[in-house]
């Protein structure tokens, strides 16, 4: 059965940085296009970032220029480094193998202000 599992949040200070982990058992992710959206409180799951398998990246306009998503095909892991975080990134956070359409459990992000 295949699986991801989410790892990084927790709390930090407005202006602060976290880096998200997503660890994927599927034998076929360095094919798969992965991405991470967020969902906060009382508001609807909305997009935030994917990597195609080339690497190539695309990030929702309220994140570019502070997150970076990239991928390690060794590890069979992705990453969303988030820098000068602010109290609405708050939410939870969660990866996607895009091709094979499942999803992680989610981890926490909380940014206090």
């Known amino acids: 059965q295949v699986q991801l599992v989410e790892s990084g949040g927790g709390l930090v200070q407005s202006g602060g940085s976290l880096r998200l982990s997503c660890a994927d058992s599927?034998?076929?992710?360095?094919?798969?296009?992965m991405a991470w959206h967020r969902q906060a409180p009382g508001k609807q799951r909305e997009w935030v970032a994917m990597?195609?398998?080339?690497?190539?990246?695309n990030l929702a306009d309220s994140v570019k220029g502070r997150f970076t998503i990239s991928r390690d095909n060794a590890k069979n892991t992705v990453y969303l480094q988030m820098n000068s975080l602010k109290p609405d990134d708050t939410a939870v956070y969660y990866c996607?193998?895009?091709?094979?359409?499942?999803w992680g459990q989610g981890t926490q992000v909380t940014v206090s202000s």
């Open positions: 996607r193998n895009v091709d094979l359409d499942y």
């Open positions: 599927a034998p076929t992710f360095s094919r798969n296009t």
């Open positions: 990597i195609g398998i080339a690497g190539n990246t």
